[in-house]
């Protein structure tokens, strides 16, 4: 079946400018990630939605990131004023629920603000 | 927070050779993952690691879930060109309010010579 797919899979922006990124995740999956890479680093936890329940934002670095989820499947993370260190690769993953631990990635959207 | 410290960096190696990274946690893990990210995509599942030293294998990989349950290693045998990519472990604490969340190595970057 299809896994998650993101979009854009590149995206190079102005600083300042607003970006929105897009993450389908795997059908049926009711948990979804949304994390950033940045070079030589780790994943770095930045949203997390499971069905209808209130999002787990704890993860965003500024009032600048938000992401909504419709209809408990696509998701958007929208960066406003984007920065210079913006720039990373942004990741979304989902999984078939919380108690699920194993967690299936898209292939990334690169962001690049000049 | 829990800190995972994931090891060597990046390592060289000559085709046929074998490969061993490990990870080890300030903290206790329920369980364990092992993904490999090849340039360009997003990182894919290799093992998943459930129970305190519990030994996997998944073709020429192997990982183990360390007794302490605070660490855990992942072998790579008879290495070929392909392996070339980066390596996280993960990790999942069943405890605390954040069950759902994963914990993420840095990352070993392996680079394999023909």
């Known amino acids: 079946g299809a896994g998650v797919s993101q979009s854009p899979s590149n995206k190079v922006t102005e600083k300042g400018k607003d970006v929105e990124l897009r993450c389908d995740p795997i059908s049926g999956h009711t948990a979804l990630y949304w994390y950033r890479q940045s070079l030589g680093q780790g994943l770095e936890f930045l949203i997390y939605f499971q069905g209808n329940s209130a999002p787990d934002k704890s993860g965003l670095p500024s009032d600048r990131f938000s992401a909504e989820r419709t209809g408990g499947s696509v998701s958007t993370l929208t960066i406003q004023r984007t920065q210079q260190e913006d720039s990373a690769v942004y990741l979304c993953?989902?999984?078939?629920?919380?108690?699920?631990?194993?967690?299936?990635f898209g292939p990334g959207t690169r962001l690049l603000v000049l | 927070g829990q800190q995972l410290n994931q090891s060597p960096q990046s390592m060289f190696i000559q085709e046929g050779e074998d490969v061993s990274m490990n990870c080890t946690s300030s903290s206790i893990f329920n369980t364990w993952l092992w993904y490999k990210q090849d340039p360009g995509e997003g990182p894919v599942l290799l093992i998943a690691l459930y129970k305190a030293g519990e030994l996997t294998s998944n073709g020429r990989l192997t990982a183990q879930f360390g007794i302490t349950r605070k660490d855990s290693f992942l072998n790579i045998s008879a290495s070929i060109p392909s392996d070339v990519g980066i390596y996280f472990c993960?990790?999942?604490?069943?405890?605390?309010?954040?069950?759902?969340?994963?914990?993420f190595g840095k990352g070993t970057l392996l680079t394999v010579n023909p």
């Open positions: 993960a990790g999942r604490s069943d405890s605390g309010g954040s069950n759902y969340k994963l914990t």
């Open positions: 993953a989902s999984s078939p629920g919380p108690s699920s631990p194993t967690q299936y």
